[in-house]
Every structure is written in structure tokens, then in C-alpha cells.
């Protein structure tokens, strides 16, 4: 199983104005390896997700090619077998019935919210089963992800965020998925769960699947990521190797959030990224970057190497 994201853009559209959200992204992640994709809120990163799984909303354009290439999957009896599919071209009938939940699993952005308040987690990992005609029992799927039978009497509101997550991993678990898609895993839990969140991620990935984690903590992303795929104003600027990138980020953009954290210098980016309606023609970042030059009105691309930089 590999991902292969080719050229792909989303734009919204609102009354007057048009959101550029994701635009022209290219990375490829296989099976066994998981990408972290950072940056700051609001560059795009949960929309080009959900962009992958066929979760827009209507006011939605999207653009360019996700593969799905399926040769040597976990299961190969997973519908359909073997070829390439093509998740922006995909109607929402193969999404629902093949995709979802069966090729891509979904970890959301807070799983809380995602629960229905209403039923407790265990008929909502037998429904989930029941609808990917699964044959193993919800306790089973629990135990895999760290919880107990007993937990899974309890509604929504008696989970604690960690308990949350692990429904919420066990629920995108269900089919079986050789690709997880995790949006924002570790919002709001604390660094032991942040931790084990991650070596959970890591798990999977080891297991043979690939994992895409997005988030805005670094420090968790090193943890978990072979591949760093750093977003700013819509763009990937850089998309490079972990090991590279945590001992020499290219991207201005890029060496600015690791001078943020705590553990390095503590001084965060100056300024605010763009709106994204409003993007210049040149380089995004421009405002910001302490390396701009006239050069940079013009759009610099990766065009295959490893950051988008006149001056990197
Ligand atoms: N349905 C929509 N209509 C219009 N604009 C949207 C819609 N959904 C998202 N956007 C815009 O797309 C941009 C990217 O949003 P996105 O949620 O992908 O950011 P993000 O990188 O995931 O940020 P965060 O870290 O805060 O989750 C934002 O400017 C957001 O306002
Ligand atoms: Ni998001």
C-alpha cells in the first residue's frame, strides 16, 4: 500500500471570497512509515485530510490526484483489490462503502466530540464493526487499544481524554485500515498521554501501516515521524527525512518553529502567517522570513527537492 499525493489543491468558496486552503501538494508515504505534517493552526492541515477521505463540505473544490495504490495491502481481500484508486476522483459510494473506515481510518481532531453522547463506547464499536462487517467482538477491538471490558460501559462524558482516545483509536481500527489518517491526536491530553499516544502510533506503523499524524507539537512529531512535511499558508515548504530535519530544518519557516520550542531558543515566529484569501503571488512567508530578497515575489517550489526556498 503506498499514499501518493500529486498536485493536490483545495479551494472553498465563499460569498466573495475564495479560500485557498491546500494548494499543489505532492508527498508519498507507503506502509511501515509514518509523516508528520506541521504547522501552525489554519494552514490547511486538517483540510487536506479530510480531503483524503472525502470529508469536504459542499462549498469544497478539490483538485490534483491522491493514489491510493493497493498492490501488496494487509488484506488483500479488501474491495478493491489490488490497481490504484484515485481518492479526489473516487464517488462518495466507493468513499463510503470501500474507503472509509476500510483503507483509510479516520483518528479525528477530538475524539470526544466525535462520540454520539447518547450510547455507550461498546455499541458504538459493535455498530461500527456491524457496518464494516467485522466479526470480532467490541471487547477484543478494546483490548487491542488499551481499554478495559468495563470501560466500555461507560457514556462519552465518563471517558477521560485519554479513555476517549483509545474508543477513538479502537473505532478507526475497526476495518483494519492499512493507512490511519490521526488529525491533532494529542490535543489537549497531557505529556504522559501525549507519549503514549504517540508510541501507539508508532505501534501501527511498525505493525506495517502507514500513519499520517497531523500536529502542531513538534516535539511529539519527532517521537513518532520518519518524514516531516512542514505546511505554511497552504503549502508544503518542506519535506525532508526526520533525522535531517530535526538537526537542520532548511525552510526559514521551518528553522523558526524549532527555535519556538521550549527545549531549543523559546522565541516564537514574529508576525502571523497570511489570510488564505488573500495569498501574494511570491513566497508566503516573505513577510516573516529574515532571509527575503526580491527574488522571493517570485513562487519558489519544491520542484522535487526537499524545501520550497530562493535562499535555503
Ligand atoms: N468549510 C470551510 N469553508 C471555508 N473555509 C474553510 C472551511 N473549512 C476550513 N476552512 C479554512 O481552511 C483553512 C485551513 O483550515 P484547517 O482546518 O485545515 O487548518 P489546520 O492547519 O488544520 O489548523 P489547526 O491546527 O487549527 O487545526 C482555514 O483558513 C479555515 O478557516
Ligand atoms: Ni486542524
Partial sequence: MKLRVDGLSVRFHLPG?????????RFELREGRCLALV?????????????????????ATVTGHAWLDQDDALDPASEPAGGSLDLVAAPEKVLARQVRGRLVGLIPQSPAAHLTPVRTARAQ????????????????LARRAGLRPEDLDRYPHQLSGGMAQRVANAL?????????????????????LVDATMAELRRLCDEGRAVLVITHDLRAAERVADEIAVMYASRIVELSQAGPFFSGPLHPYARGLLDALPSRRFVPVPGRPPELTRLPDGCAFLPRCPLATAACEDQPLMNGKRVACHHA
Avoid: F, Q, W, Y
Fill in 17 to 25: 471570497a475564495e479560500v485557498h486552503a491546500v494548494t499543489d501538494a
Fill in 39 to 59: 504547522g501552525e493552526s489554519g494552514c490547511g492541515k486538517s483540510v487536506m485530510a479530510h480531503a483524503l477521505l472525502g470529508l469536504l463540505p459542499g462549498n
Fill in 125 to 140: 464499536l459493535a455498530e461500527t464493526l456491524r457496518e464494516l462487517g467485522r466479526t470480532e467482538t467490541p471487547d477484543l
Fill in 172 to 192: 478507526a481500527l475497526a476495518g483494519d485500515p492499512p493507512l490511519i489518517v490521526a488529525d491533532e491526536p494529542t490535543t489537549g491530553l497531557d505529556r504522559p
